[in-house]
């Protein structure tokens, strides 16, 4: 779930969980993102959009000492809900993140690839 702004440079807070972390059952992510409008395009009376992303993130669980955190950059493309002008309210998002994950004492690789999809609010 994500708040944020609209407009060409945008601001986004949000809260993710990770189920895949060291077979660990899951980890709770609070994120701030900041994206930038590449283009946007109407489907139907919907505007779409296609943003760049970076993505800075702290996890935290119970079950290990570990709170992971992560920094990613990556694309979203956004479908919004509200067919108004200025294409405020709920939109879905269907995103891909590549990053480095930190804070862990694990010896893989801490890089990953990570797809989603969000629901965001424009207020």
């Given at each position: 779930?994500?708040?944020?702004?609209?407009?060409r440079f945008?601001?986004?807070?949000?809260?993710?969980?990770?189920?895949?972390?060291?077979?660990?059952?899951?980890?709770?992510?609070?994120?701030?993102?900041?994206?930038?409008?590449?283009?946007?395009?109407?489907?139907?009376?919907?505007?779409?959009?296609?943003?760049?992303?970076?993505?800075?993130?702290?996890?935290?669980?119970?079950?290990?000492?570990?709170?992971?955190?992560?920094?990613a950059?990556?694309?979203?493309?956004?479908?919004?809900?509200?067919?108004r002008?200025?294409?405020?309210?709920?939109?879905?998002?269907l995103?891909?993140?590549?990053?480095q994950?930190?804070?862990?004492?694990?010896?893989?690789?801490h890089?990953?690839?990570?797809?989603?999809?969000?629901?965001?609010?424009?207020?």
């Open positions: 779930m994500l708040f944020g702004s609209s407009g945008a601001m986004q807070v949000g809260v993710t969980s990770d189920a895949r972390y060291s077979g660990v059952t899951r980890v709770v992510y609070v994120f701030v993102e900041p994206r930038f409008r590449l283009t946007q395009w109407s489907l139907g009376t919907h505007a779409m959009t296609l943003e760049l992303c970076a993505r800075a993130a702290q996890g935290a669980q119970e079950t290990v000492s570990e709170d992971p955190g992560y920094l950059g990556g694309m979203l493309m956004n479908y919004h809900l509200d067919h002008r200025g294409a405020r309210g709920w939109m879905a998002g995103e891909l993140l590549v990053g994950l930190g804070n862990v004492s694990s010896q893989t690789d890089t990953f690839v990570r797809g989603g999809l969000s629901l965001s609010w424009l207020p």
